[in-house]
């Protein structure tokens, strides 16, 4: 459920740009200039194109949006998933050698270590060794796998 109310003006923008999305044809690329519309009402136009039709977008940077082939959507989840390993390391980092966890209450101090294992099984969950691990099990699988029932 959306509980974000938005200004008829803007969702009339969004509505406007969904439609010109929708009708673009599959590796086609639409330049930001020609969709005349802020960054953000693009970018909510397309993730209202992307659930409600099932169409995936990439960007093409600093030019626009490229409606994706099926060939190409596995690189979304590449994307994804380096970027949070990347947060996750981060994340772990700060999270490590803290010169502030002796002033730590213990609320605060079990928040921090929960927070860290997390984040650490983020960054094991995420590294290319585990990835193809994971590619690797669902490929063996094969048709025991009911993709149609991911979302």
């Known amino acids: 459920m959306d509980h974000f109310v938005s200004n008829p003006e803007i969702q009339q923008q969004i509505d406007r740009v ?33 659930k409600e039709d099932g169409i995936r977008f990439g960007t093409v940077h600093k030019v626009g949006v490229k409606r994706l082939a099926a060939d190409e959507v596995p690189a979304l989840g ?45 960054v094991e969950k995420t590294a290319r060794t585990a990835v193809k691990e994971a590619e690797d099990n669902v490929r063996t699988a094969g048709a025991a796998i009911d993709f149609g029932s991911l979302k």
């Open 18 to 50: 969904a439609a010109i999305l929708r009708t673009m044809s599959v590796g086609q690329t639409v330049t930001y200039e020609s969709l005349g519309a802020k960054y953000y009402v693009i970018m909510r136009a397309r993730e209202t194109v992307e």
């Open 78 to 122: 590449i994307a994804g998933l380096r970027h949070m390993h990347r947060v996750g390391k981060k994340t772990v980092k700060r999270l490590t050698n803290l010169k502030a966890y002796n002033d730590m209450t213990p609320t605060d101090r079990l928040r921090v270590a929960a927070q860290r294992m997390i984040a650490s099984a983020i």
